[in-house]
């Protein structure tokens, strides 16, 4: 792949100041899957228009299909970011040019260019699912994290079968080729999901989920109310790829999946969203930290999200799933802390919920914001189609460098969508504006691309085009 260039990518940044003041996002980058019935259809990066002087704004302008049916793209990221600058490791001459669809369900990579011509997107290459799992001992890819020496990719499961372990696959920056299996000891490291970094501290943090056999067709009622989804977190060393510590957070707490460390490159803190306690089916946000620059990690709870009560005379409109509970679960399914350290932002898939939480003191987080989009039983419209009834909730959230704009997408993952929202979740896009003094969050009643926007697909992660909170990691303060 010819990504070299004799000067830095302008959207690179030594620090997430510096990222903070790079200029707004034109476009959005968001992957969408086919799950419908009648004929198949592809899978599909979209592009939407997010500048809000255009004509077009808000409106779908971009559309580059995947060549296959059945991949499920899920989650996507960017081939190099600013760790590129980081001195251990530089590589300056790669550009932020190219994003990595993966397929969940298929186990296809597709490396779709989007620099030269943003709403044309086309796929520059692709790795067939025989070859990856092959060089990389894994299959299900599932987050890809653009690292100083390659582009990282975490996976649910082994390379044949439906179980684990799964883990991570390192590739190349310039060739995409697949280097092979990252860890050389996982300890007891199992089951994956996500995974992130302290990278001027050489440690990484990786989250539990659960095998494809768990997640697949579905949430396993026998499997969780056993307690066998991830609960746990993993520290490794990022340097010798050893695993160091595993944080328990215990047996009722199920499904520990987004990790947000801390932006800035001297600390050594941050979050992770469990999904569901099975003693009250709440959610709940932990914080990670380390003693000192140099001693252990340990995690602590630190806010809840209650489950909501659901009336006997309403209790037939939940999902079968749920109905023996009479509740509706927050069910926290996407985090995503801004650059500047200053608010995270927790999804709530089963109540439709988006919370905004002041963390500048991280073990003691404040509430400062919500706005409530669909729901399972709410079905809260959006102030742009106050008659719309919305499917699905705040799922996928993606933050702006700048912290001044937040974008949600609705669908979690096919299977998973159908059993919380078995009427179906459709496909919306929604944005909200923070005031940068009072950090006040506003629905942007003029953004709002849904249904037939997006050619009967249902839409899942953003990414922006520059960068955006999730797709960098800095070596610089």
Request: aromatic share 10%; net charge negative; with cysteine.
């Amino acid at each position: 792949m010819g990504t070299t260039t004799w000067r830095p990518d302008p959207t690179f940044y030594p620090s997430p100041e510096l990222a903070g003041e790079a200029p707004a996002e034109q476009h959005a980058f968001v992957a969408t899957f086919w799950r419908g019935e009648g004929e198949p259809g592809k899978d599909a990066l979209a592009v939407v228009s997010v500048d809000p002087a255009a004509a077009d704004y808000g409106q779908v302008v971009g559309w580059c299909e995947m060549p296959n049916v059945g991949d499920e793209l899920h989650h996507h990221g960017w081939n190099a970011c600013s760790s590129a600058l980081c001195p251990g490791s530089a590589h300056p001459h790669v550009e932020r040019r190219y994003l990595l669809l993966m397929g969940l369900r298929s186990s296809r990579i597709h490396f779709v260019d989007v620099r030269d011509d943003p709403r044309n997107p086309t796929i520059a290459k692709v790795i067939e699912p025989e070859v990856y799992k092959a060089r990389s001992g894994y299959s299900r890819p599932h987050t890809a994290h653009c690292g100083p020496e390659g582009i990282y990719v975490t996976n649910l499961g082994t390379a044949e079968g439906d179980e684990g372990p799964g883990g991570i696959a390192l590739l190349d920056h310039d060739t995409f080729e697949v280097k092979g299996t990252w860890e050389k000891d996982r300890g007891e490291q199992y089951l994956a999901y996500d995974f992130w970094w302290h990278l001027n501290h050489d440690r990484m943090i990786t989250s539990e989920w659960g095998t494809p056999r768990q997640v697949e067709n579905g949430v396993l009622p026998e499997d969780l109310l056993a307690g066998k989804y991830g609960n746990k977190v993993h520290v490794f060393d990022l340097v010798r790829r050893t695993h160091l510590q595993t944080l328990e957070l215990g047996p009722q707490y199920q499904m520990a999946l987004e990790l947000r460390p801390a932006h800035d490159p001297d600390q050594q803190y941050g979050f992770v969203g469990v999904v569901l306690s099975l003693e009250d089916l709440s959610g709940s946000i932990w914080c990670w930290q380390r003693d000192g620059r140099d001693g252990d990690f340990t995690i602590t709870k630190v806010f809840d999200i209650p489950a909501e009560p659901v009336a006997d005379e309403d209790v037939d409109r939940l999902p079968e799933l749920l109905r023996p509970f009479k509740a509706v679960p927050p069910l926290i399914t996407d985090i995503d802390l801004s650059v500047d350290d200053r608010f995270l932002y927790v999804s709530c898939f089963g109540t439709g919920q988006s919370i905004q939480l002041d963390v500048t003191d991280p073990l003691h987080p404040r509430q400062v914001g919500e706005i409530r989009l669909g729901g399972i039983m709410t079905r809260a419209s959006h102030p742009a189609a106050p008659d719309l009834p919305l499917a699905g909730a705040p799922q996928m959230v993606e933050i702006s460098r700048d912290g001044r704009r937040v974008y949600w997408t609705n669908s979690l993952y096919g299977a998973w969508d159908d059993q919380f929202y078995p009427d179906g979740v459709g496909a919306w896009m929604a944005k909200a504006d923070i005031d940068p003094e009072t950090g006040r969050m506003t629905l942007d009643e003029r953004f709002f691309p849904h249904g037939d926007d997006f050619r009967g697909n249902r839409v899942h992660q953003t990414h922006l085009e520059g960068g955006d909170a999730s797709s960098d990691s800095y070596c610089f303060s």
